[in-house]
């Protein structure tokens, strides 16, 4: 059993930068995910970070501006986010996998655990 918890997010304006943390109790997942719904919209995936090995894997929509880092010994996990856009704006989740690979991490069906959610709005 894995809990999730999101902490960071908030408003920010166009071209500014936030962080969220995502800590994870019990057990340490292989797969630490992030996903994102805007309102209206569909959850989608942000980024993915092996655990483990370390690799990493973004959303095209995010490359390069949003980075994944892990704290192993603090079971945590960070996205950090610049060059904010308004488009960026939704409700960010946390989500975890026993295990999961490049060609599927994105697939929300197959998250075995997800965090509150935090809010994250930019304005223009």
């Known amino acids: 059993q894995v809990q999730l918890v999101e902490s960071g997010g908030g408003s920010v304006q166009a071209g500014g930068s936030l962080s969220l943390s995502c800590a994870a109790s019990?057990?340490?997942?292989?797969?630490v995910l992030w996903f994102r719904q805007a309102p209206g919209k569909e959850r989608v995936g942000v980024g993915a970070?092996?655990?483990?090995?370390?690799?990493?894997d973004y959303a095209d929509s995010v490359k390069g501006r949003f980075t994944l880092s892990r704290d192993n010994a603090k079971n945590t996990v960070t996205l950090q986010m610049n060059s904010l856009q308004p488009e960026d704006t939704g409700v960010y989740y946390c989500?975890?996998?026993?295990?999961?690979?490049?060609?599927?991490?994105?697939?929300?069906?197959?998250?075995?655990?997800w965090g509150q959610g935090t809010q994250v709005t930019v304005s223009s």
């Open positions: 989500a975890a996998r026993s295990w999961c690979y490049l060609g599927d991490w994105y697939l929300r069906a197959l998250v075995d655990y």
């Open positions: 019990g057990r340490r997942p292989n797969c």
């Open positions: 970070i092996w655990t483990g090995e370390g690799s990493l």
